[in-house]
């Protein structure tokens, strides 16, 4: 079984900053490829940055250079720090990764997590 958490969403002001976690654990052989999605109300699930296992980047390009992505590999942990938040921001933040299991060592699935709230308002 492999589970995938997040944490550190809430309400911040436009203009501030987030720090959002996400850690993935369980029966994990290795990891590819993490990344942050979100979902507006009455809006399609998007790609917000999405990392590699060797550290390459992309990011959707309503959040660039104002949103970075990271990971750590030894923790199976990818961070995405917000910065110059908008109300555009607002959405339900999911994380995913691609996680080959110990049962199953060559086969990635996609595991999600179950979505944290970010709410940019004055």
């Known amino acids: 079984q492999v589970q995938v958490v997040e944490s550190g969403g809430g309400l911040v002001q436009p203009g501030g900053s987030l720090r959002l976690s996400c850690a993935a654990s369980?029966?994990?052989?290795?990891?590819?490829?993490m990344g942050w999605y979100r979902q507006a109300p009455g809006k399609q699930r998007e790609l917000v940055a999405r990392?590699?296992?060797?550290?390459?980047?992309n990011y959707a390009d309503s959040v660039k250079g104002r949103f970075t992505i990271s990971r750590d590999n030894a923790l199976n942990t990818v961070y995405l720090q917000m910065n110059s938040l908008k109300p555009e921001d607002t959405a339900v933040y999911y994380c995913n990764a691609g996680v080959a299991s110990l049962t199953r060592p060559f086969l990635y699935y996609d595991y999600w997590g179950q979505g944290t709230q970010v709410t940019v308002s004055s």
């Open positions: 369980g029966s994990i052989f290795s990891i590819n490829a």
């Open positions: 990392i590699t296992s060797g550290g390459n980047t």
